[in-house]
């Protein structure tokens, strides 16, 4: 069984930054991938990013954070990064971190980001 503990969020002004972060514990043997979605009220649950744990990293972005946001990842401490600059009112969400396993996969708790004017 995995855990995953999501940290980072709050509130920030438009063009500010947040950094949020998910480390994975429990029982992990092996990570295909681990990333973000993103839930705001009334709109559908989107991928933002997410990384390949083996090679070099693939990474993907939503074209909507691309430029803005980075992903990364921290194999020994099982924990995924998400750089977020240049936010804008329309990032704020329920941050929700994803991990891929071989035949199984999780969900974070979510955390709220806000970005207010």
């Known amino acids: 069984q995995v855990q995953l503990v999501e940290s980072g969020g709050g509130l920030v002004q438009p063009g500010g930054s947040l950094r949020l972060s998910c480390a994975a514990s429990?029982?992990?043997?092996?990570?295909?991938?681990m990333g973000w979605y993103r839930q705001a009220p009334g709109i559908q649950r989107e991928l933002v990013a997410a990384?390949?744990?083996?090679?070099?990293?693939?990474?993907n972005y939503a074209d909507s954070v691309k430029g803005r946001f980075t992903i990364s990842r921290d194999n020994a401490k099982n924990t995924v990064y998400l750089q977020m600059n240049s936010l804008k009112p329309e990032d704020t969400a329920v941050y929700y971190c994803?991990?891929?396993?071989?035949?199984?996969?999780?969900w974070g708790q979510g955390t709220q980001v806000t970005v207010s004017s």
């Open positions: 994803r991990y891929w396993g071989t035949s199984d996969n999780y």
């Open positions: 429990g029982s992990i043997v092996r990570i295909y991938a």
């Open positions: 990384i390949t744990s083996g090679g070099g990293g693939s990474t």
